[in-house]
């Protein structure tokens, strides 16, 4: 669904306290290449690795350290290219959400990620097809009202919320019936 990329875009802006438009998801095929920083230069600086999670695990571990990680160094000849594509948010709408929950502001976000939640385990329950995450997190999005995350307790109602209205969605989408 490519919600991941949405909600690391999410989880990148608010790191680095800047908005949407500032950070690119780049499709890879090669998965080498996981994060890149373009300066105001012009130049860019990319993280490259084998795409096994032992690296970044090793990593938030040790640091400020560096610590072995079991992983194989990366063969750059085996790789032989490297391949970009922008990502279709036609083909992705999870991640064309995740960019509108982030703009939207306030308990979008929470809202965008306790309907994919609900929607991701309904379809590995058989509940809804695949095409269907989307729909649901997206009726989520329209019904239930973004407000100002003022605190945790607002926060924690607006994903009680959210996952109350995606699983609504999801019985209309299954005929009511559950898995």
Known sequence: TMMNKGLEVIEACWLFSTDTSRVEVVLHPQSVIHSMVAYSDGSVLAELGNPDMRTPIAHALAWPERMASGVEPLDMFAVARLDFQRPDMARFPCLRLAYEAHEAGGTATAILNASNEVAVQAFLDGRIR??????????????????????????????????????????????????
């Open 130 to 179: 695949f095409t269907d995450i989307p729909r649901v997190i997206e009726q989520a999005l329209s019904g239930v009202t973004a407000v100002p995350a003022a605190d945790l307790d607002t926060v924690l109602v607006a994903d009680a919320a959210a996952r109350r209205d995606a699983e609504a969605s999801v019985q209309r989408l299954s005929g009511g019936c559950a898995a």
